[in-house]
């Protein structure tokens, strides 16, 4: 199609609005301009088109033969337009809500709580999908990705939600009174770890233990190693936010623990661009939590 050959889609619909109210006023307020702004549209049109498409009638506006044929075109194709843009809208309203994380935030935090999302928007279809790999954000695909790190993924929006730090714990039933001061006293001890993660390698290399020999490591599904710290099955690097009922029970320890960085935890990340209704929803729903509990911790402090 040679579109520098078609006039400008302003003056079009600038017409089409006229012609179905015969009022350049009411033209004007259907598209939020001034009715001398739609004059000038459809001057400008005339003028391309070398015709004459609307004429005086007492206060309004009458269309001429040529006026009435043009308009009977655009109207039927601004209306397959606007059948086509509801239906793109239907079938993006109606497709499943996609989102992705880690199992222990799926299991320790989104859990938990995600009853109260479904009880306000029952007509969001959800599909969660707990998994430690980092997911492409496509589109058509995954609408929301829930991550852990510093908030730099190149491409993508990132919105801090939930600040915590990583920290390696135990049960007490598994530490007992055994004194933990160096990492190296920790290489005794199982551990559980997370599928797809590598945060006791990590940790270990930031401390700079080189172990003497191979380390009795376990790896498991996300939601199985909360369970199976706090069973006493081995220790583990978890983000602690996770645990903070446990460690003030006194059922868990933490044996080592780092930092908070500022700008450090689980992260909202999107594709730029419009949300589409049902992300809008989600994310508006984490927001108002996270805004609950910040509320929460300043009454307590």
Same mark, same amino acid.
């Given at each position: 199609m040679d579109w520098r050959s078609l006039p400008s889609l302003n003056s079009l619909r600038?017409?089409?609005?006229?012609?179905?109210?015969?009022?350049?006023?009411a033209a004007g307020r259907e598209l939020n301009v001034t009715h001398a702004a739609v004059s000038q549209q459809v001057r400008a049109l005339e003028g391309v088109l070398g015709l004459q498409l609307v004429a005086r009638e007492g206060r309004g506006v009458a269309l001429t033969p040529e006026g009435e044929r043009l308009f009977e075109g655009l109207s039927s194709g601004f209306e397959t337009i606007r059948e086509t843009v509801d239906e793109l809208l239907q079938d993006d309203v109606a497709r499943p809500l996609?989102?992705?994380?880690?199992? #222990?935030?799926? =299991?320790?935090?989104?859990?938990?709580?995600?009853?109260d999302f479904r009880l306000q928007n029952p007509d969001i279809e959800l599909m969660l999908n707990p998994c430690a790999d980092v997911v492409e954000l496509r589109p058509g695909g995954v609408d929301l990705a829930i991550r852990f790190g510093k908030g730099q993924?190149?491409?993508l929006d990132s919105e801090?939600?939930?600040?915590?730090?990583f920290a390696i714990v135990g049960a007490s039933c598994l530490i007992g009174d055994r004194r933990i001061d160096q990492?190296?006293?920790?290489?005794d001890f199982p551990w559980l770890q997370e599928y797809g993660t590598n945060e006791l390698t990590i940790w270990m290399e930031r401390q700079g233990v080189v172990p003497k020999g191979k380390l009795n490591i376990t790896h498991l599904p996300g939601y199985m190693v909360l369970e199976g710290v706090r069973r006493g099955n081995g220790i583990s690097a978890t983000a602690k936010t996770f645990l903070e009922a446990?460690?003030?029970?006194? #059922?868990?320890? =933490?044996?080592f623990e780092e930092g908070v960085y500022p700008g450090t935890g689980y992260h909202l990340v999107t594709r730029p661009g419009v949300k589409r209704p049902p992300l809008k929803a989600f994310l508006g729903w984490m927001r108002s939590l996270r805004s609950e509990q910040a509320q929460r911790d300043g009454e307590g402090g």
């Open positions: 600038a017409f089409a609005a006229v012609a179905e109210t015969k009022s350049l006023s996609n989102i992705t994380m880690t199992p #222990s935030f799926a =299991v320790s935090w989104l859990m938990p709580r995600i009853n993924w190149a491409g801090l939600f939930l600040e915590t730090n990492p190296e006293d920790l290489l446990d460690i003030a029970s006194g #059922s868990m320890k =933490v044996l």
